[in-house]
């Protein structure tokens, strides 16, 4: 799978494994976070922190790259963004759909872009300096974490309060 597949099919698969969450357990957080592969967030803090990353984030720190000789790129504290922007209290399925619209305009955008674009700098966080390659490859690392986290997070929700989810 190439990465801008990759990339496309993210909110098809995070949209098949939140669709395994009970209704009433959309915000549901287990009490132990041992192990998790991602930040701790429950069902739809994942989806709403999703939309924020590639929003504020990823689309914000792309361009940067673009039109910036070496821009300091900050990373963004996902836990204070679900305090700012209320995660709780958003709707699921206008926050998916605006998920599934940004990372469509994201990978358009990117596949739009000459080969030489591929090989613009920025430094980043602690990860340092890294080319717009880079940072897709980030991107795509970041939706694995949260696809795990959402597996690791229905785990829970069977092992906590005994749910059968269905297998899909």
């Keep these: 799978m190439n990465?801008?597949?990759?990339?496309?099919?993210?909110?098809?698969?995070?949209?098949?494994?939140?669709?395994?969450?009970?209704?009433?357990?959309?915000?549901?957080?287990?009490?132990?976070?041992?192990?998790?592969?991602?930040?701790?967030?429950?069902?739809?803090?994942?989806?709403?922190?999703?939309?924020?990353?590639?929003?504020?984030?990823?689309?914000?720190?792309?361009?940067?790259?673009?039109?910036?000789?070496?821009?300091?790129?900050?990373?963004?504290?996902?836990?204070q963004l679900a305090q700012d922007n209320d995660y709780p209290r958003q709707d699921p399925a206008v926050q998916l759909a605006r998920f599934r619209a940004a990372r469509t305009q994201t990978v358009d955008w990117l596949s739009a872009l000459p080969a030489s674009a591929w090989r613009r700098?920025?430094?980043?966080?602690?990860?340092?300096?890294?080319?717009?390659?880079?940072?897709?490859?980030?991107?795509?690392?970041h939706d694995h974490q949260h696809l795990a986290g959402m597996q690791w997070l229905l785990m829970r929700l069977n092992a906590d309060l005994g749910l059968q989810l269905p297998l899909e």
């Excluded at 429950?42 to 821009?71: V, W």
């Excluded at 700098?121 to 690392?141: F, I, K, Q």
């Design 3 to 79: 990465l801008f597949t990759a990339l496309l099919t993210t909110p098809d698969r995070f949209e098949q494994l939140f669709a395994q969450v009970p209704g009433d357990r959309l915000n549901w957080e287990p009490a132990n976070w041992a192990g998790v592969p991602s930040e701790r967030f429950s069902a739809q803090g994942h989806l709403c922190h999703l939309l924020d990353i590639e929003t504020l984030g990823y689309q914000l720190r792309f361009r940067r790259t673009l039109a910036e000789t070496l821009p300091l790129l900050a990373s963004l504290d996902g836990y």
């Design 121 to 141: 700098r920025a430094h980043y966080g602690s990860y340092g300096e890294v080319t717009l390659d880079g940072l897709v490859r980030l991107l795509a690392s």
